[in-house]
T-cell receptor, first 114, second 111 residues
Framework: NAGVTQTPKFRVLKTGQSMTLLCAQD?????MYWYRQDPGMGLRLIHY???????AKGEVPDGYNVSRLKKQNFLLGLESAAPSQTSVYFC?????????????FGPGTRLLVL | AQSVSQHNHHVILSEAASLELGCNYS??????LFWYVQYPGQHLQLLLK??????LVKGIKGFEAEFIKSKFSFNLRKPSVQWSDTAEYFC?????????FGAGTRLTVKP
């Protein structure tokens, strides 16, 4: 049982390039989330999904897109990377119902946009 | 929108000292409250959580937190810290799938 995994672990992009971050979970969780972590700002929710085929905007969605084609995977896309998107990205998942909102986090992806 | 405030950005303690980290939130409805810990180079791990019932919640590694509804607070405590508690601690509040994290408190424990 691997829990929540993220690929890649680290990536360097040039401004304007695109990339996709992959999150996978093997806990049969309904809900999945993408956060970014910046110094002094904690974690901020980018997008989340409450089930396969659904996505919703979080606190800071601009510049990102997501897809949840399979229940176990949640993809985060950057169409045209900007230096402001330099951050550490964390994926999380949870069962999602009212008594099971505890989120389990992946190891993170460190992204540097030059 | 709800928000979470952690007033201490960096706390430095000696081993065996007592710890209290503050967390306040701004939301009037029903909330679920969490403390997560992030050890150096690692991902976030759940320390403890409060959903309902006894407002004094005990978590792993000797940590506890008290939910005081009237003060909108969920402070984290540990009677005697260890060097291995050096980490960043995040308070989080969830309401209707809107999860908000505080900015985090970095704890450094000197041996």
């Amino acid at each position: 049982n691997a829990g929540v995994t993220q690929t890649p672990k680290f990536r360097v992009l040039k401004t304007g390039q695109s990339m996709t971050l992959l999150c996978a979970q093997d806990m049969n969780h309904e809900y999945m989330y993408w956060y970014r972590q910046d110094p002094g700002m904690g974690l901020r929710l980018i997008h989340y999904s409450v089930g396969e085929g659904t996505t919703a905007k979080g606190e800071v969605p601009d510049g990102y897109n997501v897809s949840r084609l399979k229940k176990q995977n949640f993809l985060l896309g950057l169409e045209s990377a900007a230096p402001s998107q330099t951050s550490v990205y964390f994926c999380a998942s949870s069962f999602g119902d009212a008594d099971s909102v505890t989120q389990y986090f992946g190891p993170g992806t460190r992204l540097l946009v030059l | 929108a709800q928000s979470v405030s952690q007033h201490n950005h960096h706390v430095i303690l000696s081993e065996a000292a007592s710890l209290e980290l503050g967390c306040n939130y701004s939301y009037g409805g029903t909330v679920n409250l969490f403390w997560y810990v992030q050890y150096p180079g690692q991902h976030l791990q759940l320390l403890l959580k409060y959903f309902s019932g006894d407002p004094l919640v005990k978590g792993i590694k000797g940590f506890e937190a008290e939910f005081i509804k009237s003060k909108f607070s969920f402070n984290l405590r540990k009677p005697s810290v260890q060097w291995s508690d050096t980490a960043e601690y995040f308070c989080a509040v969830n309401s209707l799938n809107d999860m908000r994290f505080g900015a985090g408190t970095r704890l450094t424990v000197k041996p």
